[in-house]
């Protein structure tokens, strides 16, 4: 049987390292390898049918705090999540658990444990760690923040970093007019009327989940 996962890390070395040993230990599983948010959207957008599972890195380029994990449980409600994080602490575990991941790993953990998670969850005989309130407990912000398509999301991480509507065309590839469809989509589905207040919005999503117990 094949599987296929993503690996999102925005540390070239670790990336290569996590990514080949878990090819050599299971030769059965491809793996997809993002260094930032706006390429790991696209790899789920891509083979979001045939995924099997996401081990991510929360702290990347093109996202802030665990509004990008939230977003993406918004969007993939049945994929198991792995938070892969430097900072191993309860306090990080539970918020990470609460905004929709599947497990936690510390970056420190040796090899052959994240090895052994993988197998497990691929094969159906992993216990998710129980979270309080998985998803459920989310503010107005993250609530609006969560209708977002993947597109109009890569779209405005850009936009609350403060980028112009050209640079955002060309970091993505597309033109600017396509842009300027998707800020307004945005905008509207948000509620607000301006970029400011869209990115306000952003920075209000981010820190709530930093300031749960």
């Known amino acids: 049987m094949a599987f296929q996962i993503v690996l999102a890390e925005d540390h070239p070395i670790f990336l290569d390292a996590l990514a080949g040993a878990?090819?050599?230990a299971i030769p059965a599983v491809q793996v997809f390898k993002a260094a930032d948010y706006l390429r790991l959207f696209e790899l789920l957008e891509e083979h979001c049918e045939q995924l099997d599972m996401l081990l991510m890195d929360l702290s990347m380029p093109g996202s802030?705090?665990?509004?990008?994990?939230?977003?993406?449980?918004?969007r993939f409600k049945e994929l198991p999540i792995v938070v892969l994080s430097g900072h191993d602490d309860l306090a990080m575990r539970q918020q990470c658990l609460s905004a929709g991941a599947s497990a936690f790993l510390s970056k420190s953990a040796d090899y052959r444990d994240v090895i052994k998670l993988i197998n497990q969850l691929l094969h159906?005989?992993?216990?998710?760690?129980?979270a309080p309130s998985v998803v459920a407990e989310v503010n107005s912000a993250q609530k609006l923040i969560a209708r977002l398509t993947p597109g109009q999301y890569k779209v405005f991480q850009l936009l609350a970093e403060g980028y112009s509507n050209k640079h955002i065309a060309n970091k993505l590839g597309v033109a600017e007019k396509t842009v300027k469809v998707h800020v307004s989509a945005i905008l509207e589905k948000l509620q607000v009327d301006n970029r400011t207040q869209a990115a306000c919005l952003m920075t209000e999503a981010a820190a709530s989940w930093l300031n749960k117990p």
């Open 22 to 24: 878990i090819s050599e």
């Open 64 to 74: 802030s705090g665990l509004s990008g994990l939230h977003f993406i449980r918004s």
């Open 124 to 130: 159906g005989d992993y216990q998710f760690q129980a």
